[in-house]
């Protein structure tokens, strides 16, 4: 039996099914090891994976810097080099050119989760003052092009959405057929539960300027719904108050979770799930409601839109827009009978993403550079 190519995985995040992030990596992982010999994976921190894992968990010391990263995993690869050639790296971080020079692979793929810079960081100002976005290697023209040099090279570019697929021609490189679109995915529940007799719309997930969470709240203020509830869960609901009070005085009612433990159980008690991102490359949540059997409303600059069909699964809007989220959150409060249809249609239309699928799509993508 002929010996199988050689492989490598290298990730900045931690490893997890806890997080968006993380589960991309156990998914990528496992794609890779069905048509490689993985020989070992470097990142921050990770549950057992089968595999030889590097942990290279550099916050306490210099809290995340995507440089140093770069250097230490390329300086741990040097230390413990693999005995074979790699014949294919996927190197879920940025940047990695150093990374790259150490390892020297036959071909590699790289992940790039884009999403419109310009609008983030208008965000971040319009929330915490000119000045105020803090990664400066994403606004200083040099640092920004050394960060992107590895996609420049990669043999292919994996992009979860048409967005951050766009961004990468229109910013890094033109040669489309190089630039795969290759989205995240959802497991499926065991079962949908009823909608809840109150309605209820509902986000969840970690709170940035550039999630658009500022719209959201101030749609459900001028609503003030008194048989209505807007519910927040995850790390965002530390800030959901102060952007309550931030607005003029509102009967609207809001109930804030914390970090909750089972995600379908939150998107199950709500109605109707919101993803207001101006700017975001994907945005699982969005999928995952709709694998609850929750109808969505999901701004345009959310990569997650794509997986959306307009009218039927829920609604396409545009962002920064609260008189668009007012709207649909009123058609789906004064139709009931409509939640229950879109969210039917929002079911079937996860199960086309499911992780196994997803798996697929990355098995066929390391199998065609293989070949």
Known sequence: MPARNQSVYVTFDHISSQTGAGLVCLHEINALKSVTELQFVICRSSPDLGVH??????????????????????????????SEKIALAHLSCSPANAIIRELDPERFVCNVVAHELKDSVEEHERYYGVGSYPFRHNTDPWLHNILLHQARMA??????????????????????????????????????????????????????????????????????????????????????????????KTTARFRTLGR???????????????????????????????AAGRPVIVSMGAGASDCVRDGIDGFVIPPRSPEAIMEKLTYFK???????????NAEQRASAFTWQEVERMYVDLYQSLLD
């Not at 942990?55 to 230390?79: C, G, H, V, W």
């Open 53 to 82: 894992v590097k942990k290279l968990n550099l916050d306490r010391l210099y809290m995340f810097n995507p440089f140093l990263y770069d250097y230490f995993a390329a300086e741990t690869i040097s230390q413990d080099r693999p």
């Open 155 to 248: 043999d292919k570019v994996i992009c979860p959405s048409s967005k951050s697929a766009d961004w990468i021609r229109r910013n890094v490189r033109s040669d489309v057929e190089n630039i795969v679109v290759i989205p995240h995915g959802v497991n499926m529940p065991h079962s949908i539960q009823p909608l809840p007799n109150v309605f209820k719309a509902g986000y969840l997930g970690a709170f940035g300027p550039d999630k658009g969470l500022v719209y959201l709240v101030k749609a459900w203020s001028n609503l003030a719904l008194d048989d209505a509830e807007m519910v927040f869960a995850g790390d965002c609901s530390l800030a959901i108050p102060s952007l309550i009070g931030s607005l003029p």
């Open 260 to 290: 909750v433990q089972d995600a379908c159980d939150f998107y199950s008690s709500v109605s109707v799930y919101v993803q207001p991102s101006v700017t975001e490359a994907f945005g699982i949540p969005a999928l995952e409601a709709m």
């Open 334 to 344: 004064d139709n009931p009978d409509e939640v229950r249809k879109m969210g039917n």
